[in-house]
């Protein structure tokens, strides 16, 4: 079994992005990135602060804006508007979850899709799943996992790739990446009868269901690729995701681990991504 070592491939994709910024401020431009975060999530204090620390170490412009959870509608988005109105900022994100009474979706939409470094406006999503030509942003998990498959070489076309969970952040944004390239998608949820039917057929499982090592070995075809986009925090501190790791390394041919998977790629990708973003902002000034 082979573990697909996201740590380093993030490490790899962070150093080429800082060269990307160090080119981009010989031309006097500083990509710069927004994060909003509302309210006190213990696991996004940890995430918004990871990202404003790797921004800065990558010689970029990085604002973290943390909003108390009694913040209003009104109050998130005149933040987000600024940024919007701001040249020193190239991709704005809120940080999600949000506190219950805030419209996710209708700040999400009030981003400017051109400064959507999270890849979740409608415009965005739209131009993704019509697979149209251009550039775009897309959401940064799913990037980074693509990133990741291709980093090891792992033939997409024609294979038979089964996504557990359908959210918005990760698996629908996924379908589409990997239906643009010719991959054979299957869905499987919550209301799917009999999951194993489809799992055990995967080349490639990749599982972001939320639920603690619910993934082992009886689900996963021997030899199959396995991409872990969970993780939970037990009570010991530990961190552990989706996969039952231990399960389903007896099986697995490739197997992404928690914590080094999913989540630095995450990170790395949201970085080259506000460097995408800065540069696509000075050709279409042009
Ligand atoms: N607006 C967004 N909100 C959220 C996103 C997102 O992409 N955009 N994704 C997740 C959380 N997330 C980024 O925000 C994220 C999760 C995990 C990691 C990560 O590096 N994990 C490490 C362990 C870090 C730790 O010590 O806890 C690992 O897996 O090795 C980065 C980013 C939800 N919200």
Redesign the pocket.
């Known amino acids: 079994m082979e573990i697909l070592n996201?740590?380093a491939v993030a490490k790899n994709l962070n150093e080429r992005t800082a060269k990307r910024v160090a080119t981009l401020k010989e031309r006097g431009i500083t990509p710069g990135i927004a994060v909003i975060y509302v309210g006190d999530d213990p696991?996004?204090a940890?995430?918004?602060r990871?990202?404003d620390k790797m921004a800065l170490r990558l010689g970029m412009n990085s604002q973290l804006m943390h909003l108390p959870a009694t913040a209003t509608q009104e109050e998130v988005m005149a933040v987000l508007q600024e940024y919007n109105q701001d040249p020193m900022i190239h991709g704005i994100?809120?940080?999600?979850?949000l506190p219950k009474h805030l419209d996710e979706h209708a700040l999400v939409q009030a981003i400017r899709p051109d400064k959507d470094v999270?890849g979740?406006h409608s415009m965005n999503v739209g131009r993704l799943y019509n697979n149209e030509p251009g550039n775009y942003p897309v959401?940064?998990?799913p990037r980074g996992i693509m990133t990741m498959l291709d980093h090891y070489g792992i033939e997409l076309a024609g294979k038979r790739v089964v996504i557990m969970g359908r959210s918005i952040?990760v698996g629908r944004p996924l379908q589409a990446l990997l239906i643009n390239r010719d991959a054979t998608v299957t869905m499987v949820h919550r209301h799917t009868k009999d999951p194993e039917a489809f799992t055990r057929q995967a080349d490639i499982l990749i599982v972001g269901i939320g639920q603690p090592q619910a993934v082992t070995s009886e689900l996963v075809k021997p030899g199959a690729i396995v991409i872990d986009v969970g993780?939970h925090?037990t009570e010991k501190g530990k961190?552990i995701g989706d996969v039952d790791y231990d399960s389903v390394k007896e099986v697995a041919g490739m197997l992404t681990p928690?914590?080094?998977?999913?989540?630095?790629m995450?990170?790395a990708s949201?970085m080259a991504q506000t460097v995408d973003l800065a540069e696509w902002s000075i050709r279409d000034d042009q």
Do not use: E, M
């Open positions: 996201g740590k696991a996004s940890i995430y918004t990871n990202k994100l809120i940080q999600s979850p999270d979740f959401s940064c998990t952040l993780i925090r961190l928690v914590p080094g998977g999913v989540g630095p995450t990170i949201l």
